[in-house]
């Protein structure tokens, strides 16, 4: 994947959600109140919420939400319980597409969620047709002007990191979910700071795409997808070129 950036595309996403900042907030709120539910209140005794929060944060969420979001799914205040689940699709140029939702009615967001595919020209496929080709994995990306190669691979490895790519402007470090905690406390206690940082389906192989009205296609696909309020997350194996995707941006 020489000269393709999985950051561009990253990037991208984040910058259309940063300009919904009110949908964002929504949906990490909801990602938060699952997270407490299922561990507990306390991140230092929670690492799936340790890291939901760090990716909060990543948004600029305000610390009262945040506050307010995790004591509704402890318990502590009243809420709203919410199911997870898992639609699986190809988009133009057989671009797989994993959408994770978080949704206090199931019917309600298959039927929304269906019609997005349908619009795109596409639909559900079979279960485990898409995500048997991705793997759970702590993905955290590091700009490469901010620190040296050797002395992050250092760190990171020593804390428990599988792998760490050079991509050009920014490193990517993989890591196993159980030890993404230990190396993102050790990023931070390094003061390193991380352009993104989470839990994140990747992908086994990736799809090149190197036509702009293709890639912008699957691009529309995605961001509608992500703008469903249900939907928390849409993962792609689409490997696009970083000048495709800034010209996508303009």
């Given at each position: 994947?020489?000269?393709?950036?999985?950051?561009?595309?990253?990037?991208?996403?984040?910058?259309?959600?940063?300009?919904?900042?009110?949908?964002?907030?929504?949906?990490?709120?909801?990602?938060?109140?699952?997270?407490?539910?299922?561990?507990?209140?306390?991140?230092?005794?929670?690492?799936?919420?340790?890291?939901?929060?760090?990716?909060?944060?990543?948004?600029?969420?305000?610390?009262?939400?945040?506050?307010?979001?995790?004591?509704?799914?402890?318990?502590?205040?009243?809420?709203?319980?919410?199911?997870?689940?898992?639609?699986?699709?190809?988009?133009?140029?057989?671009?797989?597409?994993?959408?994770?939702?978080?949704?206090?009615?199931?019917?309600?967001?298959?039927?929304?969620?269906?019609?997005?595919?349908?619009?795109?020209?596409?639909?559900?496929?079979?279960?485990?047709?898409?995500?048997?080709?991705?793997?759970?994995?702590?993905?955290?990306?590091?700009?490469?002007?901010?620190?040296?190669?050797?002395?992050?691979?250092?760190?990171?490895?020593?804390?428990?990191?599988?792998?760490?790519?050079?991509?050009?402007?920014?490193?990517?470090?993989?890591?196993?979910?159980?030890t993404f905690p230990a190396v993102t406390d050790a990023l931070e206690k390094a003061g390193i700071k991380t352009l993104s940082a989470e839990i994140s389906m990747v992908p086994t192989v990736a799809v090149p795409v190197?036509?702009?009205?293709?890639?912008?296609?699957?691009?529309?696909?995605?961001?509608?997808?992500?703008?469903?309020?249900d939907v928390q997350n849409v993962y792609s194996n689409m490997d696009v070129d970083d000048k495709i995707m800034a010209e996508i941006d303009q």
């Open positions: 994947m020489s000269g393709h950036s999985k950051w561009a595309t990253i990037k991208h996403k984040k910058g259309a959600l940063d300009a919904k900042r009110g949908k964002i907030f929504s949906k990490m709120s909801k990602e938060l109140m699952v997270a407490a539910k299922q561990g507990g209140s306390n991140p230092d005794m929670n690492p799936t919420l340790r890291t939901v929060i760090q990716k909060a944060k990543s948004y600029n969420m305000p610390s009262d939400n945040i506050d307010r979001a995790v004591k509704k799914g402890a318990g502590e205040t009243e809420g709203v319980t919410f199911e997870e689940v898992s639609y699986e699709g190809f988009a133009a140029g057989g671009v797989a597409l994993l959408v994770k939702a978080l949704t206090d009615n199931k019917n309600r967001a298959a039927a929304e969620i269906r019609h997005i595919f349908t619009k795109h020209g596409s639909s559900f496929a079979k279960e485990g047709a898409v995500s048997r080709g991705f793997q759970r994995k702590g993905q955290i990306f590091v700009d490469a002007s901010t620190v040296a190669e050797d002395k992050l691979m250092e760190i990171v490895l020593n804390a428990g990191a599988e792998d760490m790519i050079n991509d050009g402007d920014q490193f990517e470090v993989l890591t196993d979910p159980a190197t036509d702009k009205n293709l890639a912008a296609a699957v691009m529309r696909f995605i961001n509608d997808l992500e703008d469903n309020d």
